[in-house]
């Protein structure tokens, strides 16, 4: 009878191959579920992290193939409007999936080494890289919300899956309880949005202003709401005066997760604050820039300062995040095409740099914390591996023929052309800081007078050293030839398309 | 002239039960007043024709949730007087009053400035035509237009159902024989 009542009903018309990447990965951590709990015999390892990767690749080439037909056919969006199908999200897609195939891989002999429980780490690593897709490709707010969630809950739960030591707890339940604040007020802030533009869709957000055209008042309950979302999400981003959460649960949780979290959860970030803030409200952008240039200034400082009085590398690599996220935000406050393909270079390279170091971090540490003293020596121990961190910290402090220093040089320009010079001159005054932190760990490694001869082995398994001399070659492949990347950054600036 | 009268009554019925809720010494009085304001927002709910919201007002949260935390907190023995005493941190009332003043004069002055602080657009998900059912309205963008944050809510819930396995699960201390080995 009910059903007879809604006989007109016609559900939106879903274009399936966009959206076939998630659902590879949500299939995939089903079946590591299901075939690990139901199997009679006990379920290798190996098996979790085969499936885990064998999907992201998969997933991978999918996008690839989406990425094709984007090309020839131009963005849209599907299912209603609520997924945004551009090379933006493709974009985020790769990122996402590179940093889901790698935290596996070192992940795999990190749980192997700590006796965790493997399938249960390889579902929430699939799922949370479903959440952080989601977040990128997302042209509503309540879609981007669910993902948003989908992501921090699996992070939290992955930051506390250390059992053994209390810094992970005390990690995953300051994680827990700031994220929740700061996942409300996200949601209050889409509650107002919502309020003052009659819609959570973006398509209908960025409509609305160009309706309103130049005669823009009334708009105090969009402010509170746009206010209330850029705090929700420069605490996902870990941008300062929102970052206190940083170093605590990058040092307390298990390294390779570390490494997720500052790769994939901060590129998701930002992915929705770039969609939200430069595409949907860009109408409003004389609002919002002149913020998001003071909160880049202060992550800058506050992440430069806190880093070089650091003794602990997990906690050095954590304010050197946070200090990260500012140079990101100095492209994000541009507000043109160029400073958002700035940022999207900017998260790539950094991706690859900051799972690499974080997978150096999971080799040494034991359970006796991570003081910088613990490298000294390092490159003559296992010298391959003391080349890769090498090249990660010189890459994260913006050295030339390195990736990071073409982010650094396209951050800074975004920042010139679009004449705030005094965020450009600070960029590269905190960026000089910053390196004397990382200059600091390669000297400690390089240190020719230390006895290493009484040093314990150190074991490498054979996943994570791929994953640390890949992210190296990518970091200096990209510092030398970044032309092909440049460009999909740029053919990856977001656009909106209404649904059909 | 009703609607004012059944507004009344139910502010009444739902301030009584809030502040019940922090005022009772018993744990189980506090749940069981925290059905009593529920009950007043499902009836306000109705007075502002949202029949569906109401329904699921007393469903989910007067049914189920309350009935959650009685289970809790019988579960785990705290239904007597507990002691509720805050004061780990210094000045935190005085602070929690600070912020309530400030939320408060925000709502305040949206409210007196209401004139000139919306922007007078109509929702523009499941637009009210005064014909259609209000339960049909809500169906519709559902399925249609947030059909897709409703499929996505199944991949939240399977987060959130690991996470509770796995954090809830009791964890053999490290087996240092083997780690020595596998190394």
Redesign the interface.
């Known amino acids: 009878m009910i059903l007879a009542?809604?006989s007109n009903?016609?559900?939106?018309s879903i274009d399936w191959l966009p959206l076939t990447p998630q659902i590879i990965l949500?299939v995939a951590?089903?079946v590591i579920?299901l075939v690990t709990s139901l199997s009679p015999a006990k379920v290798s390892d190996s098996f979790s992290t085969a499936v885990t990767v064998g999907s992201g690749v998969a997933a991978g080439v999918v996008a690839w193939f989406v990425w094709n037909d984007i090309r020839d056919e131009g963005p849209s969006s599907t299912?209603?409007?609520?997924?945004g199908v551009d090379g933006f999200s493709i974009f985020f897609t790769i990122l996402t999936l590179s940093a889901l195939v790698a935290t596996s891989l070192v992940g795999h002999s990190y749980i192997?080494?700590?006796?965790m429980?493997a399938p249960?780490f390889s579902?929430?690593l699939l799922?949370?890289a479903?959440?952080a897709i989601?977040m990128a490709s997302a042209n509503?707010l309540?879609?981007l919300f669910?993902?948003l969630?989908?992501l921090s809950?699996?992070l939290?739960?992955m930051a506390?899956?250390q059992?053994?030591r209390r810094e992970a707890q005390e990690a995953a339940m300051k994680y827990f309880v700031l994220g929740a604040f700061s996942s409300a007020f996200f949601l209050y802030g889409i509650a107002l949005v919502?309020?003052?533009?009659?819609?959570?869709?973006l398509v209908?957000i960025a409509a609305?202003f160009n309706t309103?055209g130049s005669r823009i008042?009334?708009?105090?309950?969009?402010y509170?709401g746009m206010a209330l979302m850029l705090v929700g999400l420069a605490f996902k981003v870990a941008a300062a005066p929102f970052h206190f959460w940083a170093p605590d649960v990058y040092q307390g949780s298990p390294s390779p997760v570390s490494g997720y979290m500052a790769s994939a959860a901060k590129a998701a970030g930002f992915a929705a604050m770039l969609r939200i803030f430069f595409v949907a409200f860009s109408r409003t952008s004389a609002d919002w820039t002149p913020i998001v240039a003071v909160l880049s200034a202060i992550t800058l400082i506050v992440g430069a300062v806190m880093a070089i009085t650091q003794n602990d590398v997990k906690r050095m690599l954590a304010f050197s995040s946070v200090g990260h996220a500012g140079y990101v935000l100095v492209a994000v406050q541009a507000a043109t095409s160029d400073g958002t393909s700035a940022a999207l270079f900017y998260l790539f390279t950094y991706t690859f740099m900051v799972i690499g170091s974080f997978a150096v971090v999971s080799l040494l540490g034991w359970n006796d914390g991570h003081d910088v003293s613990r490298y000294e020596g390092l490159a003559r121990r296992r010298p391959l591996i003391a080349v890769a961190f090498t090249v990660f910290l010189l890459g994260q402090a913006g050295v030339p023929f390195t990736s990071g220093f073409v982010g650094k040089f396209l951050v800074i320009r975004s920042a010139v052309d679009d004449e705030i010079y005094w965020l450009a001159v600070l960029a590269m005054v905190v960026s000089v800081i910053t390196a004397f932190m990382y200059l600091r760990i390669i000297s400690n490694m390089w240190d020719r007078e230390v006895d290493v001869a009484d040093a314990p082995r150190l074991?490498v398994p054979l996943t994570t050293g791929f994953v640390v001399v890949v992210c190296a070659m990518i970091t200096v492949v990209y510092g030398v030839i970044p032309q092909s990347l440049i460009e999909f950054a740029r053919d990856a600036v977001p656009v909106l398309v209404a649904g059909g | 002239m009703v609607d004012t009268i059944v507004f009344v009554i139910c502010a009444v019925i739902c301030l009584t039960g809030a502040i019940g809720v922090i005022a009772a010494r018993n744990p189980v009085h506090s749940a069981l007043m925290l059905v009593m304001t529920l009950f007043g927002i499902a009836v306000l709910f109705i007075a502002q024709e949202a029949h569906f919201l109401a329904a699921v007002q007393v469903i989910v949260y007067a049914g189920a949730i309350v009935v959650l935390f009685l289970f809790v907190i019988m579960l785990l023995g705290v239904d007597v007087a507990t002691d509720l005493e805050l004061g780990k941190l210094r000045g935190q009332k005085t602070a929690a009053a600070g912020f309530a003043v400030v939320a408060l004069a925000v709502v305040g002055y949206l409210i007196v400035n209401v004139d000139t602080t919306r922007t007078g657009v109509q929702s523009q998900g499941g637009v009210i035509d005064n014909v259609t059912p209000n339960v049909d309205l809500l169906a519709e963008s559902l399925f249609d237009q947030y059909v897709y944050a409703f499929e996505l809510t199944s991949v939240l819930l399977v987060v959130a159902v690991i996470g509770a396995v796995v954090l809830s699960r009791r964890h053999p201390p490290l087996d240092t024989d083997s780690a020595e080995a596998s190394n």
């Open positions: 009542q809604l009903f016609e559900g939106p949500v951590a089903l579920l299912v209603a409007g609520a997924v192997k080494r700590e006796q429980a249960e579902a929430l799922l949370t479903v959440g989601v509503d309540i879609v669910i993902g969630e989908a809950i699996g939290y739960v506390a899956m059992f053994r919502y309020g003052a533009t009659g819609s959570t869709n209908n609305y309103i008042n009334n708009l105090e309950l969009f509170v074991s």
